[in-house]
């Protein structure tokens, strides 16, 4: 038990996925898990410990924005014995060639955040995900016909879609960047920090070059294939 988690040790799962909003965790453990069980509900962020095809997982709700999800990841990495997060999330993306509803595997996460530099003196401004849990992914997403684009993306502060583009994009030293989001950076800096893995999945929900909305099924179907993904990946981890 720790500030923010009231969970045991045998509450938590060695493998979380963790979604930022914590109806999607009571939506992924509703529809995917079998004798699924609320661990934790400490400030409304909901995790759920379950079974996928047999295998113990659980999903942890994380937040928004770098703060949160490095006191989650943190507390969970250190105190519960986890060893693998993997983020399922949305984001946008500034990508010519990115569409809407593509799925992104993060391979490394760039930020201006000083969240490092404030938790141990790292200076650093990029850090990559785990090389394991991401071939993992690439070929289970090739087992399951799911096109998976992968590369660096971007952690955010803000909500780009508030603030100049333009502005935005000179924080950054280059435009191969596939998406933006707000949380990886600090999932993946604490990971490093604890020798542990991380990777990040991404359903890009909004972008600059196509002006159009996606509906809420095409949301939900997207994101179903994102989380089955997420899912039968687990079932591949020792």
Not at 8 to 32: C, N, Q, T, W
Not at 54 to 77: C, Q
Not at 157 to 168: A, L, Q
Not at 210 to 219: L, M, P, S, V, Y
Request: glycine letters at 6%.
């Amino acid at each position: 038990m720790t500030a923010h988690i009231e969970s045991s040790k045998d509450d938590i799962a060695k493998v979380v996925l963790m979604p930022g909003d914590p109806l999607r965790a009571k939506y992924i453990a509703e529809h995917f898990l079998t004798d699924y069980r609320l661990v934790n509900s400490v400030r409304n962020m909901f995790a759920y410990t379950g079974y996928y095809k047999g295998n113990k997982v659980t999903v942890f709700s994380s937040g928004m924005g770098i703060p949160s999800i490095g006191i989650y990841a943190y507390e969970l990495f250190k105190f519960y014995d986890v060893e693998k997060i993997i983020r399922i999330g949305t984001s946008g993306t500034i990508h010519k060639d990115v569409k809407l509803l593509d799925v992104i595997l993060a391979t490394s996460a760039y930020s201006v955040s000083t969240f490092p530099l404030l938790f141990d003196g790292d200076t650093d401004k990029e850090y990559e995900s785990s090389c394991e849990l991401n071939n993992l992914i690439m070929e289970k997403g090739h087992e399951l016909g799911v096109n998976i684009k992968a590369g660096k993306i971007i952690t955010s502060d803000v909500f780009d879609p508030y603030v100049d583009g333009e502005k935005f994009m000179n924080n950054f030293p280059n435009d191969e960047f596939l998406a933006s989001e707000m949380e990886a950076f600090a999932l993946f800096y604490i990971a490093k920090k604890l020798e542990k893995q991380a990777s990040c999945l991404l359903t890009v929900s909004d972008s600059i070059y196509e002006n159009k909305k996606i509906t809420t099924i095409e949301r939900q179907n997207n994101l179903k294939d994102m989380i089955e993904l997420a899912l039968e990946s687990c079932l591949e981890v020792e």
